[in-house]
């Protein structure tokens, strides 16, 4: 691809890209904050332990670990969609 067209496909690849990760980031944080039962000196401990013992449970079998695979690649999948049509309303 001569005479910069190649560069011309990127830049808009990499700035829907980087708003996308952006807008996943601002959402993954309304969901974390210090009020969470996690943050709590002695029940936090309890529910860590019980968070990790689930992922291990869920590791060790395998049609649960794909089943949960194919939620979250659906929700990945929803949620990148939904992020891309943003970007294009934007720069509409």
């Not at 993954?28 to 309890?46: A, F, L, N, T, W």
């Not at 194919?70 to 992020?83: D, F, N, P, T």
């Amino acid at each position: 691809m001569a005479n910069g067209t190649c560069l011309k496909r990127f830049i808009p690849m990499k700035a829907t890209c980087w708003n996308y990760s952006r807008h996943v980031v601002l959402e993954s944080r309304k969901q974390m904050d210090e009020r969470d039962v996690i943050h709590r000196p002695v029940i936090g401990r309890i529910v860590l332990t019980l968070m990790r013992t689930m992922m291990r449970v869920v590791n060790h079998l395998p049609l649960l670990r794909r089943l949960m695979q194919r939620k979250q690649m659906k929700l990945r999948k929803i949620s990148a969609a939904g992020a891309i049509e943003r970007q294009r309303a934007q720069m509409a």
